[in-house]
């Protein structure tokens, strides 16, 4: 069996817009051309990939099946191509990624020094600031591309795409009375004082779930340093809400909260329409087929358990991301 590059190419943006047309103007080549290459691709296969009705065009158990796998054949081919470029070239490949204050940069730097092996002149600037303000240097271009939190609104020139959904945590001493809980049941929440990130992107959609009937959570302490915080919470002045993945330090533990009220959908965007630097593309590409379970368990098990009855590895590990 032999997969050409352009027929795995041509079949990829037509699952994306299960639309024959709208895939060959994607792929720069006649409606014909495109429906001509994944026939072939269905014939090297062994079966249909795409039900091909008038009004509507779906994929196939078996195009569902083969998708994700056809996906990264494509991003290691891309990546591929990138590095022999890159090596021909000797051109340093700037890459400019924005975070909210809820995303750590430990959620990428797997995926970076992944990059930086098929990009060797990659640079990376990481700015942080809030979803509008991403938002607003996405459309400047002083940023190529940015991670958010759901619930952003979105100028129709933003494409977005959904990473991963996560919960959000108690993180205290572990020397707090709480610490030793396995969950924290919602009346609690009024006893603990808490240490606010200034900035958060989630403080009202918590404070509306766990404090509805109550004039919000009992915030003493303030600060925009995530590391100020988190000495903070070491030294039992409070406690933070955090992302389940963000890293801690050693002396901080997670407890979850009954029923998980406050998860987020983590997100990527980037302009739409404009044209990707082979670094963007490559993070892109990377970032979307990326497995993030598999990632996420990773940066728990190196920040402790997330509750008392996890047996997991603890690391010193130093991040950012708390939320209130």
């Not at 079949?11 to 047309?21: G, H, I, K, P, Q």
């Not at 591309?145 to 991963?164: N, Y």
């Not at 009954?258 to 892109?284: C, N, T």
């Not at 497995?291 to 990773?298: F, N, R």
Request: proline share 6%; with cysteine.
């Amino acid at each position: 069996m032999q997969l050409q590059f352009h027929q795995v190419r041509y079949f990829l943006a037509l699952a994306r817009t299960l639309n024959f047309t709208r895939a060959a103007e994607q792929c720069n080549v006649t409606q014909p051309a495109l429906t001509k290459a994944v026939h072939k691709l269905e014939q090297e296969l062994g079966g249909a990939l795409i039900h091909r009705e008038r009004h509507l065009t779906q994929l196939t158990e078996l195009g569902k099946m083969i998708l994700p796998t056809l996906e990264e054949i494509f991003a290691a081919a891309e990546a591929v191509w990138l590095q022999a470029r890159g090596y021909k070239k000797k051109t340093i490949a700037p890459l400019k990624i924005g975070l909210v204050p809820s995303v750590s940069a430990a959620l990428i730097t797997e995926l970076l020094v992944e990059l930086a092996t098929i990009i060797p002149d990659l640079r990376v600037d990481l700015r942080e600031t809030d979803a509008n303000g991403l938002v607003a240097m996405l459309l400047d271009g002083e940023i190529n591309a940015a991670l958010v939190g759901d619930a952003v609104e979105l100028p129709e020139r933003i494409d977005r795409w959904s990473l991963f959904e996560e919960r959000c945590v108690l993180v205290l001493s572990r020397k707090h009375p709480m610490a030793g809980r396995t969950v924290i049941p919602l009346p609690d929440l009024h006893e603990v004082v808490f240490l606010e990130r200034l900035g958060c992107d989630v403080a009202g959609r918590f404070k509306q779930a766990c404090f509805a009937d109550n004039p919000g959570p009992n915030v003493v302490h303030r600060s925009d340093q995530e590391g100020h915080l988190q000495q903070m919470a070491s030294a039992g002045f409070g406690a933070i809400l955090a992302p389940e993945h963000a890293p801690r330090l050693p002396s901080l533990t997670a407890i979850p909260i009954e029923g998980d009220p406050v998860r987020r959908e983590v997100q990527l965007l980037a302009v739409a329409g404009r044209q990707y630097s082979p670094a963007l593309d490559a993070f892109i590409k990377v970032a979307r087929v990326r497995d993030w379970t598999s990632a996420l368990d990773k940066l728990r098990h190196s920040s402790g358990p997330a509750s008392n009855n996890d047996n997991v590895r603890k690391t010193d590990a130093q991040g950012a991301g708390s939320l209130i």
